[in-house]
């Protein structure tokens, strides 16, 4: 009995599931919380400079119970770190959590032996998916965090062929002066 005699199903749930899981990944809902100076590049992110939205993520909910991304931007203390906690425990599955700038990463320029308080990197007591470097990350930093976590919760690529998708195409009027 080889594989060809099974029957297909009439409903393909591995479809259903693509489908469902690159829906995700176009509508991330970022929880409203920043911690220190990478936050206000958070903030700039979600302006229309940058425009976040472009990305479906620029829906930062107040509530973790909305929320299903957890961007720890800033420095974490370890008075901090339980109420990070209990923010993430709220957040419904599935969640995904991105630690943005150095602070989060590693305890950036505090991870000094005379600083007690320090939490030396988020990913010490959360599942962190993405990191993004930086003192603090450029809003630039923090998109190309978002496209990579879309890619890990769809196996989806918003961009087929990076290397294209950055290639300048020569402009119309550059094309004309060659003509001419
Ligand atoms: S990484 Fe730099 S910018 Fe970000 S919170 Fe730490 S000190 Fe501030």
């Known amino acids: 009995m080889g594989k060809e005699s099974i029957p297909e199903s009439i409903v393909q749930l591995a479809i259903a599931d693509d489908i469902i899981k ?6 991330l809902w970022p929880l409203t919380f920043g911690i220190a100076c990478c936050a206000i590049e958070m903030m700039a ?3 229309s400079r940058f425009d976040m939205s472009r990305f479906g993520a620029e829906v930062f909910r107040p509530s973790p119970r909305q929320a299903d991304l957890l961007i720890i931007a800033g420095t974490v203390t370890k008075k901090m770190q339980p109420g ?3 923010l993430y425990d709220q957040m419904p599955e599935p969640k995904w959590v991105m630690a943005m700038g150095n602070c989060a990463i590693s305890g950036g320029p505090f991870a000094i032996k005379e600083n007690y308080n320090i939490v030396l990197g988020a990913d010490t007591f959360l599942p962190v998916d993405i990191f993004v470097p ?4 450029r809003p630039e930093g923090l998109l ?6 879309e890619e890990l ?3 989806w690529k918003r961009f087929k062929d990076p ?3 950055h290639s300048r195409q020569p402009s119309i009027r550059a094309q004309a002066d060659k003509e001419v």
């Not at 690159?22 to 509508?27: K, T």
């Not at 930086?134 to 990350?137: E, L, Q, T, V």
């Not at 190309?144 to 976590?149: A, F, H, K, V």
């Open 22 to 27: 690159i829906g995700r990944a176009n509508s």
């Open 45 to 47: 992110t979600g302006g």
């Open 84 to 86: 990070i906690m209990t």
């Open 134 to 137: 930086g003192c603090p990350p």
């Open 144 to 149: 190309q965090g978002i496209i990579e976590l």
């Open 153 to 155: 919760v769809s196996d």
């Open 163 to 165: 290397e294209k998708a």
